[in-house]
């Protein structure tokens, strides 16, 4: 059994994980913040986008939460599941609205460098590509919506219980 059945229609989601991931890797190359005054005579950085990703977790835990929700969106996308997908990728990006608050209300905004940005252009790739595979697959996500629509509506008991199949083969 294989995980992830390659096919033609499964284009569309593979070029959005591909770009947000090429965007995400230029995010870790390029400098993400400046340097940061620490005590009279201590000056660090600038930081990369690596060096954000390995220390964020320690200074700044609900922005960089983003990163491993972003990555398992794709994962979602490519596995063709647009519509959680959608959902982590605009957690994600709201996430990173939160990291952006937090840290221009501790330090100079101008602090932030190309790598902040295309950090933040990555994870809106993947929330921007997540909703045209949606558009583009409109029939397959209505459909979905509706069979999952159905099992939350009917009471679930001893005598009604309502299988994913069961819901999916009435449509």
């Excluded at 977790?57 to 990555?71: E, S, Y």
């Excluded at 997540?130 to 979905?144: F, K, P, R, V």
């Excluded at 069979?147 to 009471?155: E, N, V, Y």
Aim: include cysteine.
């Amino acid at each position: 059994m294989r995980l992830i059945r390659w096919s033609r229609s499964r284009i569309p989601e593979i070029a959005v994980a591909l770009t947000f991931l090429a965007a995400y890797a230029a995010a870790l190359l390029a400098p993400a913040v400046n340097r940061i005054w620490t005590g009279p005579d201590f000056l660090i950085g600038p930081f990369t986008g690596a060096n954000c990703l390995l220390t964020g977790w320690l200074h700044f835990p609900v922005g960089w939460t983003a990163n491993p929700i972003a990555f398992a969106a794709s994962l979602l996308l490519i596995t063709k599941h647009r519509t959680g997908a959608l959902l982590l990728a605009l957690i994600s990006m709201l996430l990173t609205w939160i990291w952006n608050i937090e840290f221009c209300s501790q330090f100079p905004a101008d602090m932030l460098l190309i790598g902040y940005h295309w950090w933040k252009l990555s994870i809106g790739i993947l929330c921007v590509g997540s909703l045209g595979c949606m558009i583009l697959n409109y029939s397959d996500t209505w459909q979905s919506l509706k069979m999952i629509g159905q099992i939350l509506i009917r009471p679930i008991g001893k005598h009604t219980e309502v299988s994913l199949q069961d819901a999916y083969s009435r449509n």
